[in-house]
């Protein structure tokens, strides 16, 4: 609609995932980096975790993209609420085995002589949504990378899912799989700046030349209210061009984004609203219980909570590291309020942890 009318040769913030619009983020490149590391290991997991929009989708669409350009052979599993029967046929209709209705036995026999006649240089498997998978159908998933040739793995697996996974993957029974982990990433909101760089590099992908013209005033509010999540950048940036377009304009301003702000404020109840205030535009809190300061809250302590544990890890090594989050579990189940409450008691346990760490004989040489 509004392509036409800016001269762009298409849309430049669809929500479906296009990898040529991919922004390399350092979060989103770290993310990327870990995979391509994995695959060159073929041993354990790969862990890739994030809230809901921050383009965990476009990174698996990405290193697809990769892997098919470099001749190696990359699937994924898209399934949700996976039992422990579903994995083997799951996983071999990703790879191409037409067999069903196969007995486990068979099942692993088929996807071994498959694995290592057809693709010797391994196979990257993705199962995204894997926060939703039971307990046994990731244990079954474990025993899948026990197939292996040479002592190298036939099958490389990524565990993608929201920013939840991690306590799935630290929860009891979880220990054999935790401890084949040898990369984790929690893809990070972007910042100003990148928020910034983000929406430049899709308005230029789809062949932007500065009409509209941006105020740079837009930016921290775009940012303010997206709270630098990829999607809701997406979906404010085109409502922000489509209000352009019915407003027959070729130059938007803060007042306008303001103004887009306030109207999806209204529409979709979360988020922000832009409001006058004398000759300034000033951001007003959701009364909603999805108030975007909770959120930011909630995102600067899960950075906190993951930077503690791979401090902990740094120092005591992963199966340690295993043990004591473990003894957290049964505590923390007892709390009762928010989950930035929860979040905080957690963040205080670790700090505790670390300081004892580092004035005990527990730490390992490196």
């Known amino acids: 609609m509004y392509e036409e009318y800016f001269g762009l040769e298409r ?25 391509i590391y994995g695959l060159g290991q073929r041993e354990g997991f790969i862990v890739i975790t994030g809230d809901v929009g921050t383009g965990k989708t476009l990174t698996i669409q990405t290193i697809l ?42 099942y692993l026999d088929a996807l071994s002589r498959t694995l290592g006649e057809d693709y010797p240089e ?19 998933l474990r025993l899948l990378t026990n197939l292996s040739v040479n002592a190298k793995a036939l099958i490389q697996i990524a565990l993608v899912g929201q920013s939840d996974l991690r306590a799935v993957l630290n929860g009891k029974n979880m220990e054999q799989l935790f401890q084949r982990i040898i990369a984790w990433h929690q893809l990070e909101p972007l910042s100003l700046d990148e928020t ?50 019915l407003e027959e304009k070729h130059a938007l301003s803060k007042d306008d984004m ?10 979709f109840g979360y988020g922000r609203n832009a409001s006058e205030h004398g000759n300034e535009q ?21 950075k906190r909570l993951a ?16 043990d004591l989050l473990s003894n957290l579990e049964s505590d923390e189940l007892l709390i009762s309020g928010s989950e930035n409450d929860a979040l905080h008691m957690r963040i205080a346990r670790l700090e505790t942890i670390v300081s004892h760490i580092q004035n005990s ?3 390992i040489d490196h």
């Open 11 to 35: 849309r430049p913030f669809a929500l479906t995932p296009d990898s040529s619009f991919l922004f390399p983020s350092a979060t989103h490149r770290r993310a990327l980096s870990y995979l």
């Open 65 to 106: 993209d990769y892997l098919s350009k470099h001749k190696i052979y990359g699937a994924k599993i898209a399934a949700a609420n996976v039992e422990a029967d579903d994995v083997l046929p799951l996983v071999s209709t990703a790879l191409g085995l037409t067999a069903k209705n196969l007995s486990k036995a068979e």
């Open 122 to 140: 391994g196979v990257l498997l993705i199962v995204d949504e894997a926060q939703t998978f039971s307990a046994a159908a990731l244990e079954e």
């Open 196 to 245: 910034i760089k983000y929406i430049n590099h899709r308005l230029h992908t789809a062949g932007w030349t500065n009409d509209p013209s941006l105020d740079e005033a837009i930016f921290p509010l775009i940012h303010d209210w997206s709270q630098g999540i990829p999607r809701r950048i997406n979906i404010l940036m085109d409502r922000f061009l489509l209000f352009g377009y």
């Open 258 to 267: 303001g103004t887009v702000i306030q109207e999806l404020g209204s529409e």
């Open 282 to 302: 000033h951001i007003k809190r959701d009364d909603l219980e999805s108030d975007e300061n909770v959120v930011k809250d909630a995102l600067e302590l899960r």
């Open 307 to 322: 930077d503690l544990e791979r401090l902990i890890t740094s120092l005591v090594g992963v199966s340690h590291m295993h």
């Open 361 to 363: 004989d527990l730490l």
